[in-house]
């Protein structure tokens, strides 16, 4: 079971050396205001946090990760590179449903599955002609051994990687995973994405409760 199939050395380029950090804008998924980055892939990066977490705590987070068919995964480092932080891998199922993996690497090791992280997949999770789509909440991505998300950050420094080729297995979430063929750091504005009624809005997605004006917004 391997998360690369390259040898570890390349798969520590995943999120290393980076290129310079992007901003992120502010996008609202009717309530549900995230920080948003697109990259020139036309992969939509979305984060949103609730209004009461405090620095330096756990908090879960919601994750919208919306991308073209021709992007076989797309994924997020909480910690802002490769290794020692939540990686939350994203991929169609190859059916009309999406996929979210939980792993983490360690210094010149593959990613492994990551058990410190679980998510919450949401029913407006799909594929369709064009685009797939991740819409979930992680419990466990905000904080992890040495370090954590500032949730009221301007420019809190996440990494993001993506590739053209799809997972080998795409119904597993622990399936092998070509090497990235992009990869920047970005810095999201987090404090664009708290929201209020944080725990009202995720009963709601979980109970597939969608207001007429939840847009879901593609490129």
Not at 113 to 121: D, I, L, M, T
Not at 171 to 194: C, E, M, P, Q, W
Request: net charge positive; charged share 10%.
């Amino acid at each position: 079971m391997g998360f690369l199939l390259q040898s570890a050395t390349a798969a520590l380029a995943l999120f290393a050396a980076a290129p310079t950090v992007v901003q992120a804008a502010k996008f609202c998924d009717g309530p549900v205001c995230y920080s948003e980055f697109v990259s020139t892939q036309r992969v939509a990066y979305r984060v949103a946090v609730p209004d009461t977490a405090a620095r330096g705590t756990a908090f879960d987070v919601l994750i919208q990760i919306v991308a073209p068919r021709a992007v076989g995964w797309a994924a997020l480092a909480w910690g802002g590179q490769m290794t020692n932080n939540p990686l939350t891998i994203a991929y169609s199922n190859g059916g009309t449903g999406a996929v979210v993996s939980s792993r983490r690497a360690v210094s010149r090791t593959a990613p492994s599955p990551y058990p410190g992280a679980s998510y919450a997949v949401f029913g407006t999770s799909t594929t369709n002609a064009t685009h797939w789509r991740l819409d979930a909440l992680c419990s466990g991505c905000s904080a992890w051994t040495g370090g954590s998300v500032d949730p009221a950050g301007a420019a809190v420094t996440i990494a993001w990687a993506s590739s053209a080729r799809a997972p080998t297995t795409p119904s597993s979430n622990t399936s092998t995973i070509a090497i990235h063929d992009n990869k920047a750091r970005v810095a999201f504005d987090l404090a664009a994405g708290r929201i209020a009624n944080f725990t009202q809005l995720v009963a709601a997605k979980r109970a597939g409760v969608t207001p007429d004006n939840w847009t879901h917004k593609v490129y």
